[in-house]
């Protein structure tokens, strides 16, 4: 591939804070009960593009997930919004120059998803990572239930993983990324160790959250992400968020609770594809003062309180425990060349 587009840079120099999580690709067959998953229960401006394609928005930005026809049902790519081109290329030039292919997308590509400047290349887990540098606006006033979303500086949320290769996922976004650890959660389920790891490329305590049963050979989620997470502007708008999503009858994973860590007060409810979304408010941001003194701290548990489990089902933790079987025989998605440390054997 010709690099005569990037301009020079230097590759090296930190795009810490430049980056924000700025879309999610998601593909389902389901787009009926995504469209009134987003817009009735979570309080989304939904627009309709084609009988193949929803956009839903929070904020100004046309597009914060795409769901688009397909038979995944999972998360199928992850938007990172790039503040300028200088550092767009500073992060191409990373990929590219550890060997991994980066491809433009198409103008079709860009449109949908709202975006100028798009590229893509392969990410962990098989979650493609998309490159763009400004959104377009939407031309059309927010229509939603909500009253507001917190995004900006932050990002759209984050996303949160399984993983048997953890520190594959943290090596690669701090290749790409220049991504700092916040701290990690240690955690007990059914008498087994998890651990998490929570990753931030900007302000907001992280962007990516990466989970393991350290010894553990398999994956007991289906699907790429674990759960997606967006924060809402009010506790109020939280709460109402939840309140819709019992009424309507959609499955709620986890009562309200709150975070150890960044003291997010959230609950999970489980979309239409099966990944869960947290739905979350007021967690601590890193501003530049916090940044300077921030210490790496293990949490000893997930939840300070609440993050109760609502109406477990047996036929789901069969189904998990199946799901785990499945997957311990199929190795994990990696990207080895941005998973290594520099100079280190591919
Ligand atoms: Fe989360």
């Given at each position: 591939?010709?690099?005569?587009?990037?301009?020079?840079?230097?590759?090296?120099?930190?795009?810490?804070?430049?980056?924000?999580?700025?879309?999610?690709?998601?593909?389902?067959?389901r787009?009926?009960s995504?469209?009134?998953f987003?817009?009735?229960a979570?309080?989304?401006?939904?627009?309709?593009?084609?009988?193949?394609?929803?956009?839903?928005?929070?904020?100004?930005?046309?597009?914060?997930?795409?769901?688009?026809?397909?038979?995944?049902e999972?998360?199928?790519?992850?938007?990172?919004?790039?503040?300028?081109?200088?550092?767009?290329?500073?992060?191409?030039?990373?990929?590219?120059?550890?060997?991994?292919?980066?491809?433009?997308?198409?103008?079709?590509?860009?449109?949908?998803?709202?975006?100028?400047?798009?590229?893509?290349?392969?990410?962990?887990?098989?979650?493609?990572?998309?490159?763009?540098?400004?959104?377009?606006?939407?031309?059309?006033?927010?229509?939603?239930?909500?009253?507001?979303?917190?995004?900006?500086?932050?990002?759209?949320?984050?996303?949160?993983?399984t993983?048997?290769?953890?520190?594959?996922?943290?090596?690669?976004?701090?290749?790409?990324?220049?991504?700092?650890?916040?701290?990690?959660?240690?955690?007990?389920v059914g008498g087994m160790?998890?651990?998490?790891?929570?990753?931030?490329?900007?302000?907001?305590?992280?962007?990516?959250?990466?989970?393991?049963?350290?010894?553990?050979?398999a994956d007991p989620v289906r699907t790429?992400?674990q759960h997606?997470?967006?924060?809402?502007?009010?506790?109020?708008?939280?709460?109402?968020?939840y309140?819709?999503v019992r009424e309507l009858g959609f499955r709620m994973a986890w009562s309200?609770g709150?975070?150890?860590?960044?003291?997010?007060?959230?609950f999970y409810c489980v979309t239409p594809s099966g990944f869960e979304l947290e739905?979350?408010?007021?967690?601590?941001?890193?501003?530049?003062?916090?940044?300077?003194?921030?210490?790496?701290?293990?949490?000893?548990?997930?939840?300070?309180?609440g993050h109760r489990p609502v109406d477990p089902g047996l036929l789901d933790r069969l189904g998990q425990i199946r799901q785990a079987a499945l997957n311990?025989?199929?190795?994990?998605?990696?990207?080895?060349?941005?998973?290594?440390?520099?100079?280190?054997?591919?």
């Amino acid at each position: 591939m010709s690099l005569a587009f990037l301009t020079p840079t230097r590759p090296d120099e930190s795009v810490f804070g430049a980056v924000h999580l700025g879309y999610l690709v998601v593909e389902s067959q389901r787009l009926t009960s995504w469209h009134r998953f987003a817009a009735d229960a979570i309080g989304l401006h939904v627009d309709e593009l084609s009988a193949d394609a929803l956009r839903f928005r929070l904020d100004d930005h046309a597009c914060r997930f795409l769901v688009r026809r397909g038979p995944a049902e999972d998360l199928m790519a992850i938007g990172w919004q790039v503040d300028d081109h200088e550092t767009f290329d500073r992060i191409v030039r990373r990929v590219v120059d550890r060997g991994v292919p980066v491809a433009e997308g198409t103008p079709d590509e860009a449109a949908l998803r709202g975006v100028e400047r798009l590229w893509r290349f392969a990410g962990p887990k098989g979650i493609v990572q998309e490159l763009y540098t400004a959104p377009v606006p939407a031309a059309q006033p927010l229509r939603m239930l909500s009253s507001g979303w917190v995004t900006g500086e932050s990002g759209l949320g984050h996303v949160a993983l399984t993983s048997r290769d953890p520190l594959g996922i943290h090596r690669f976004y701090d290749t790409v990324l220049d991504s700092r650890l916040s701290d990690y959660i240690d955690e007990n389920v059914g008498g087994m160790p998890l651990k998490i790891r929570f990753l931030r490329v900007n302000e907001r305590h992280h962007s990516v959250a990466v989970a393991h049963v350290p010894g553990l050979r398999a994956d007991p989620v289906r699907t790429r992400a674990q759960h997606v997470n967006i924060q809402s502007a009010s506790l109020d708008d939280m709460l109402a968020t939840y309140q819709r999503v019992r009424e309507l009858g959609f499955r709620m994973a986890w009562s309200v609770g709150q975070h150890t860590n960044d003291r997010e007060l959230s609950f999970y409810c489980v979309t239409p594809s099966g990944f869960e979304l947290e739905v979350g408010w007021n967690p601590i941001v890193l501003t530049p003062e916090l940044e300077q003194s921030w210490q790496v701290l293990t949490h000893q548990g997930i939840s300070t309180w609440g993050h109760r489990p609502v109406d477990p089902g047996l036929l789901d933790r069969l189904g998990q425990i199946r799901q785990a079987a499945l997957n311990a025989r199929r190795p994990e998605i990696t990207v080895p060349g941005l998973s290594t440390p520099a100079g280190a054997p591919r």
